[in-house]
């Protein structure tokens, strides 16, 4: 049971959508693409953090987003992506500190490359589970990402940061957080079931998972509208953010079948490189 699709109304929002083709640059650690759930998702694996690939295969932060993203559907196990049609492009500029523990460092230079990579690549999103300082090498390429057309989400951090404080970034936080910034999105991000390494499942919490989840609704209304730039995802998502009940209390998260019953309204122009 998917507690945070439901809230999120995944499934209905798969009818209109399921991401198909829309490429997203997953910048984090490396994940499990052998996982049964990740079969035919991943279509680029590349390492700036060192040359072991059977490491990057057993890291569990960069498994466990991608599942929240492109979880396959319809393969009669496990659990479901919120865009289980699109492609990942799995860019490790992270390394995980413990081999049973989600958490990870990154530092400028191999963010930069995967940065640097995601723009050649031509992803349409950017997907950035992390938070930092302010860094000016970072923000030149955030920028030259949004000119090149990709939509960067990235997670909510108190105070300066990147990437949540960059203009254009969708910057994301939990459901669950009674407090967020103006203009911060929010998410399920407690206890949500998506993968582990091996070919296994697990919950996990945090910012990091909620940013995968706005990825994935971003991913849905490409699909829909290949034109779609932030500023656009940013007020779209917004206007379909609803309050819900919860038993923790009012949880407020986006809605991805609001989101993409309003995005059918809006003429957009195709994008200038569509997939």
Same mark, same amino acid.
């Given at each position: ?20 083709? !829309? *490429?997203?640059?997953? &910048?984090?650690? %490396?994940?499990? $693409? @052998?996982? +049964?759930?990740?079969? =035919? ?104 990402? !949004? *000119?090149?057309?990709? &939509?960067?989400? %990235?997670?909510? $951090? @108190?105070? +300066?940061?990147?990437? =949540? ?111």
């Amino acid at each position: 049971f998917q507690a945070g699709n439901e809230r999120m109304d995944v499934t209905a929002a798969h009818r209109l959508s399921r991401g198909r083709g !829309v *490429r997203i640059a997953l &910048i984090d650690t %490396g994940l499990d $693409s @052998d996982h +049964p759930e990740l079969l =035919g998702r991943v279509d680029v694996q590349r390492n700036f953090v060192d040359a072991d690939m059977q490491r990057f295969q057993l890291d569990r932060h960069g498994t466990a987003i991608a599942g929240i993203i492109a979880a396959n559907a319809d393969n009669g196990v496990g659990i479901v992506g919120i865009a289980p049609e699109a492609r990942i492009l799995a860019l490790k500029a992270c390394w995980q500190l413990q081999p049973d523990r989600d958490d990870a460092r990154c530092n400028s230079y191999t963010l930069a490359q995967a940065l640097s990579a995601a723009i050649e690549l031509k992803a349409r999103v950017i997907n950035l589970s992390l938070s930092g300082p302010p860094d000016a090498l970072l923000a030149a390429l955030a920028t030259q990402a !949004v *000119r090149a057309g990709i &939509i960067i989400v %990235g997670s909510q $951090s @108190d105070g +300066p940061s990147f990437p =949540g404080s960059l203009e254009h970034v969708l910057s994301v936080g939990r459901s669950e957080d009674a407090r967020v910034a103006s203009g911060v999105l929010q998410a399920p991000g407690r206890e949500v079931l998506t993968l582990a390494p091996g070919g296994r499942y697990d919950f996990y919490s945090g910012s990091s998972i909620s940013t995968g989840e706005i990825s994935g609704v971003t991913a849905l209304m490409i699909a829909l509208r290949s034109g779609l730039d932030a500023h656009q995802a940013q007020a779209l998502l917004s206007k379909a953010t609803e309050t819900t009940e919860s038993p923790a209390g009012p949880v407020r998260s986006v809605n991805a079948c609001m989101a993409l019953a309003a995005l059918t309204a809006l003429n957009i122009a195709p994008a200038a490189f569509a997939q």
